[in-house]
């Protein structure tokens, strides 16, 4: 199949970007979209022309590197759906495709469609964590869960950090990912301890990163890959308003 790409070139986060189009020829319908990236630079390196800048690692689905915006949604067309799982057989021969970085002030882009998340890593610097003492693992029955928390928190630690709930929202919000971090946490007992000066430093830190406020309007759980859901945004706001009297009374 023959693809035409419209590919957001941008040298720096202090330089203005503009969209190249590519022409992609002979595309099998079985590469991943990623794969498909590989095939057009080095068609570009081999024409002596600089490849695209493109966020990759693990290619599985799990590590959140990926952060390409396809035709104007994050990750691309399908469902809990990643970039590097989505397959060209999703796309038809003589498309045009248009690939984005993601787009948000927090985001600043590094290069073409590279972007800086660190911003994510700073938040859970401030209290995504729980703090324990190291050594042999415990038996993992030896501390009882309910199954519905272990489940709820299994479900929410499945984030995988990739930033496109914030690419789809709007506002630039990053409220399901802090959401998911302090659910996760706080539905275990391991967490429970930590739970009121995480909620209100994770909120903190996010705040002061730039991210704007969620406004209920859900782009962020139809375009997150790994369907984190909007309840984790409710438990989140709960929580905030129980640490925020606790810390008033204290």
Known sequence: MNLTLRVWRQKNSNTGGQFVTYAAKDISPDMSFLEMLDVVNEGLI?????????????????????????????????????TCQLHMRSFKDGDTITIEPWRAAPFPVIKDLVVDRSSFDRIIQSGGY??????????????????????????????IGCGACVAACKNASAMLFVSAKISHLSLLPQGKVEETRRVLNLVEQMDAEGFGNCTNIGSCEAACPKEISLDNIARMNRLYAKALLKSKLV
């Open 130 to 159: 729980v703090s324990v003492s190291t050594g042999g693992a415990p038996d993992g029955n030896a501390i009882p869960i309910p199954k519905e928390d272990a489940d709820t928190a299994f479900d929410a630690a499945a984030c």
């Open 46 to 82: 081999l024409n002596g022309e600089e490849q695209i800048a493109f966020d990759h690692d693990c290619r599985e689905g799990i590590c959140g590197t990926c952060s390409l915006v396809i035709n104007g949604t994050p990750h691309g067309p399908l469902k809990a759906t990643t």
